[in-house]
């Protein structure tokens, strides 16, 4: 894993990573339940031998908050460990799941009011405004999904010193 500032410092979605060990995944499972006991009152997490989830203690949760997956996973007789920086699998489907709802409604209010106007009905004249109403809505969630991931890039610092102090000793190359 190269730890260049401008890797994870552009903040993406979901950066992720990928290096790998000597350990196996039960080593690498005990290592990083010790970093955690050592990290207690900013760190806390779920781990176990396939995968672990990290999160930064804070006082308010918000629902961008981000968490650090670790999966460990055999590969050409090696561990490798994969981690992916962001927020919960829930929040993450569930935004994916609007913006995908969004754009169909779009679609199909936009084809209403074209395929009226070619044909010179006046029943659908109502859809354009509908899309635009629905191009509105997914800009705004556009903005909560950037609002959120800048209350959170303090957070995802954290977790990704913690990914370069917890994992990246153990790095083989």
Known sequence: ??????????????????????LSAEEYSENIKKFLKKNAEEFSGNVNTEMALITVNTEQDH?????????????????????????????????????????????VLITLWFVGEQI??????WALPASIVTVVLGLIMYAAVKIGQKKAK????????FAILSTLPFEEK
Not at 63 to 70: A, E, M, R
Not at 154 to 161: A, D, H, N, Q, Y
Request: proline share 4%; no cysteine; charged share 30%.
């Open 154 to 161: 303090k957070e995802m610092e954290k977790l990704r010193s």
């Open 63 to 107: 629902y961008w908050k981000p968490n650090l997956s670790l999966r460990t996973e055999m590969e050409d007789q090696r561990t490798v460990i994969r981690g992916i920086f962001g927020p919960s699998s829930a929040v993450w489907t569930f935004f994916m799941f609007l913006y995908f709802l969004l754009g169909i409604i779009w679609m």
């Open 120 to 125: 010179n009905i006046q029943d659908y004249k």
């Open 1 to 22: 894993m190269k730890t260049e500032e401008t890797t994870l410092d552009k903040m993406r979605l979901r950066p992720r990573f990928k290096m790998y060990t000597g």
